[in-house]
């Protein structure tokens, strides 16, 4: 701030350093309530006499410009609050479509909130009282110890080492051949799709997703200006005629991509079967169109064996792009995900992620690997599914027994889909709302935002007790509009 004070010989030293810092003031340079230098620090710094700053002080102190605190030093007084002119810029005018889409499909702003006095049927998140606390602290002290100071440093765009090895074995014992693929570690799936959306498409670009779908992956594939190609699902699933007859009609354009999630799908919860994967995969690789897998909840299977991810069947080739995270079971504010496929491809998206926000914090990744890498995740996994599965049969039969419907979806996971009979969900949810109880609508889950005779009930979060209550009072108030 006395970078630019010159000092003459023409006028007394004091006055001087007086008139440049009540300038400073004044023009807001030193900001009220700053702290100034001490007169022996100002004195060293300009290279003039102790006694010279002490008296502008005085003099600044006298016209209430500057006052001190004892013990804590002196500081700025400004009597400007205000700028001469207010500066106002028109950001609704500045602001990118992306930034446009983003904010009208943002759900968090857009839909009811949250209250603890609602019983709530939005989340599907992980029930945070299952974590195993006292083993994750384990694995922040046990990392922190091996890797001193480098795992608090920088670290690399594709990810943690030992990470990336464990998630390479993990994937190879879902039936995955990671010869010749490589994995990204991203800031959970969000993140993973956009990366590789950036990365390998164009505005106008046509994608293939199912109809309804996660609301996040719209919200992306819009924000990018693609044009998205809905295949619906219903009571029977992905409707394999509606799509070749819209691959037959789109010869001619150029589908980038295929995003489906095929273990309990979002909004619908359901497992697609082994046959229909496979079927699925075959058409794909027929019209040259890459899969792009949501690995969403996989490990929540309660029922049966595992169906091994659409990823297992694309051995030895590369059309198959798996995105992968444990937000939806186990620590969601870590944020990490990853992405697997063809090496070259992560080459590719390595240095995207570095471009865009150089790694994902080597401390979390750390953490996770020692606390996977120690067995803590088999045992929890195995507890989550009695829990969930629990849960699930409880609510899918509260729905069945006090929701009229037309079809009910769901086997598994975190959440059950129902589609009702000629209500309208909006005026649904806002009558319950009235009553304490919340949901989604199931219409943000459709590419054309239709369907409002749907909803989304998430139960990963209540007691069993809330989940009937929750679910007998959605019933009476659709009896109610029903007559």
């Given at each position: ?122 989340s599907i998140s992980p029930n945070g009282e299952l974590f195993d606390i006292e083993e994750l602290k384990k694995s922040f002290l046990n990392r922190l ?195 697997l496929c063809d090496k070259q491809v992560i080459s590719k998206l390595e240095s995207v992620k570095r471009c865009k926000n150089i790694h994902v914090s ?89 369907h409002n005779d749907t909803i989304r009930l998430g139960f990963s979060r209540l007691t069993f007790e809330e989940i009937e209550s929750g679910i007998k ?11």
């Amino acid at each position: 701030m006395f970078s630019n004070l010159k000092l003459n010989d023409n006028e007394a030293i004091y006055i001087q350093i007086k008139d440049h810092i009540s300038s400073m003031i004044d023009k807001g340079l030193i900001p009220n309530n700053s702290k100034l230098p001490s007169t022996r620090e100002l004195s060293q710094l300009l290279n003039v006499s102790r006694n010279s700053v002490v008296l502008a002080y005085e003099e600044l102190k006298s016209e209430g410009i500057i006052y001190s605190i004892s013990g804590k030093g002196t500081f700025a007084k400004s009597k400007k609050n205000l700028p001469d002119s207010i500066w106002n810029i028109n950001w609704d005018c500045l602001e990118n479509d992306y930034s446009k889409t983003a904010n009208k499909m943002d759900i968090v702003k857009n839909e009811i909130p949250w209250r603890k006095d609602l019983i709530s049927f939005k989340s599907i998140s992980p029930n945070g009282e299952l974590f195993d606390i006292e083993e994750l602290k384990k694995s922040f002290l046990n990392r922190l110890s091996i890797e001193g100071h480098k795992i608090l440093n920088y670290g690399y765009a594709q990810g943690y080492k030992p990470l990336i090895d464990y998630l390479l074995k993990y994937m190879n014992a879902k039936g995955v051949d990671t010869a010749n693929k490589d994995i990204l570690i991203t800031n959970g799936f969000t993140e993973g799709l956009d990366l590789l959306l950036s990365s390998f498409i164009k505005k106008g670009d046509y994608i293939i997703c199912e109809n309804p779908t996660h609301n996040t992956a719209i919200k992306i594939f819009k924000s990018l200006g693609l044009n998205i190609i809905g295949i619906d699902i219903n009571n029977n699933g992905l409707d394999f005629d509606m799509l070749e007859e819209n691959l037959n009609n789109l010869k001619d354009k150029k589908i980038k991509f295929a995003y489906i999630t095929p273990s309990y799908h979002n909004p619908t919860g359901i497992v697609m079967s082994p046959e229909n994967r496979y079927k699925f995969y075959n058409i794909m690789k027929k019209h040259n169109i890459a899969i792009i897998e949501d690995g969403f909840n996989e490990e929540l299977l309660y029922s049966s064996s595992h169906i091994f991810p659409i990823a297992s069947l694309d051995n030895g080739s590369n059309g198959v792009i798996y995105i992968g995270s444990f937000s939806k079971i186990l620590f969601p504010g870590l944020r990490i995900g990853w992405i697997l496929c063809d090496k070259q491809v992560i080459s590719k998206l390595e240095s995207v992620k570095r471009c865009k926000n150089i790694h994902v914090s080597f401390l979390d990744q750390g953490i996770l690997y020692d606390y996977l890498s120690n067995g803590g995740f088999e045992k929890y996994v195995k507890k989550i599914r009695k829990f969930y599965g629990d849960k699930f049969t409880f609510a899918y039969e509260c729905v069945n027994k006090y929701i009229p419907n037309e079809y009910v979806l769901g086997d598994g996971g975190l959440h059950i889909f129902i589609k009702l009979k000629n209500i309208d969900s909006r005026s649904l949810l806002l009558k319950c709302h009235e009553n304490g109880v919340i949901f989604m609508p199931g219409d943000i889950f459709y590419v054309n935002n239709s369907h409002n005779d749907t909803i989304r009930l998430g139960f990963s979060r209540l007691t069993f007790e809330e989940i009937e209550s929750g679910i007998k009072t959605i019933g009476n108030i659709i009896k109610e509009i029903a007559k």
